[in-house]
Nanobody, 123 residues
Framework: QLQFVESGGGLVQPGGSLRLSCAAS????????IGWFRQAPGKEREGVLC????????NYVDSVKGRFTISRDNAKNMVYLQMNSLKPEDTAIYYC????????????????WGQGTQVTVSS
């Protein structure tokens, strides 16, 4: 079964940090762009960051620039999202997904969505 499993979410105070992990099962990540998305209560899902097969990154939302970074470890079949200086508006369920191509491109065209991990930023 082809799927992602996200982990690392939790409750954190404003200004804090979290590192989310995305583990691929049933396929390898090597040649595919991988993206992180989030969905806040009552809002549509939005793209956050993408990492291409070559390691280049694409921001899909300006609000995380300078605070979030995406990385990948193909040997471990893992992708990570390091989130620093967290704000209450970052509260959401975070998902990872893949593209059937190496380039990030737009936030459309992603498949194999995981179940997500909840991130709550609150004092």
């Amino acid at each position: 079964q082809l799927q992602f499993v996200e982990s690392g979410g939790g409750l954190v105070q404003p200004g804090g940090s979290l590192r989310l992990s995305c583990a691929a099962s049933g396929f390898t990540l090597d040649y595919r762009a991988i993206g992180w998305f989030r969905q806040a209560p009552g809002k549509e899902r939005e793209g956050v960051l993408c990492i291409s097969s070559g390691g280049g990154t694409t921001n899909y939302v300006d609000s995380v620039k300078g605070r979030f970074t995406i990385s990948r470890d193909n040997a471990k079949n893992m992708v990570y999202l390091q989130m620093n200086s967290l704000k209450p508006e970052d509260t959401a369920i975070y998902y990872c997904a893949r593209k059937n191509m190496g380039a990030c491109g737009t936030y459309r065209g992603y498949t194999n969505w995981g179940q997500g991990t909840q991130v709550t930023v609150s004092s």
